[in-house]
């Protein structure tokens, strides 16, 4: 399929579930709204008089223990999306209790290990360069959604799989991530609201794209991940 037609399969796959996909969305805005004023809360203070200027409240060992946990729950939500994504796809219904179960309860070691390493390498190969950590974040694009569809896969099999399938595929996927660029630029204009309508549309192109890949990536009539 070309980006048009995938894009517009995903218009046609999220009629009527925009709804469910909000009460998908909320919990996660939520959670990342009380961390960041926590954590800006929890930064010191600047006063300026005309004799000069002082510091007052602020708290590192607080402001840390945030940042951790802002770190922590960050591991997570990319999972959270693109499993939603394949239910969308698959047309299975969603439930944000069921789905945050199945990330972070039922599949808890296998997300988190995943996403920890990808963050890591993501960061290592960016220190080199930026060209390096764009293509490497594009290697393992397909981990969660690979996660998600083969459940017999540890984190660690999960990203080298993932990036032996986008092998040939990273320029492609750039150009594709790209296309939504206005869109998420919308989504930030308006402190998130417009997120609403892109978030699930993109992840749900997203989620798209990737079948494409394992279609095509199919050989002698048996499919890389099973049915």
């Not at 008089?49 to 510091?55: E, H, I, M, N, R």
């Amino acid at each position: 399929m070309l980006r048009k037609e995938l894009k517009k399969e995903a218009e046609k796959l999220l009629h009527r579930k925009y709804g469910a996909w909000s009460l998908i969305l909320i919990p996660v805005f939520v959670v990342l709204f009380v961390l960041f004023v926590l954590y800006f809360k929890s930064l010191p203070q600047i006063h300026y008089t005309y004799f000069g200027s002082y510091v007052t409240g602020g708290s590192a060992p607080l402001m840390f223990i945030i940042l951790l946990v802002l770190i922590f729950v960050s591991l997570f939500i990319q999972a959270y999306y693109t499993f939603a994504a394949v239910k969308t796809v698959s047309g299975e219904e969603l439930n944000w209790k069921q789905n945050l179960s199945e990330v972070c309860s039922e599949n808890f070691s296998r997300v988190f290990i995943a996403n920890l390493k990808m963050a890591l390498y993501t960061i290592f190969w960016s220190l080199l360069l930026v060209v390096p950590g764009i293509v490497k974040a594009h290697s393992y694009a397909m981990t969660n959604y690979l996660l998600k569809k083969n459940p017999e896969l540890n984190g660690t099999q999960a990203l080298t799989l993932s990036r032996k399938l986008m092998n040939g595929y990273k320029m492609e996927f750039f150009i594709f991530s790209m296309s939504f660029y206005f869109w998420n630029l919308l989504a930030a204009v308006t402190w998130g609201i417009a997120g609403f309508y892109v978030l699930p549309y993109a992840q749900t192109a997203q989620v798209l794209f990737f079948d494409q890949i394992i279609a095509e990536r199919t050989t002698d009539g048996e499919s890389i991940l099973p049915d």
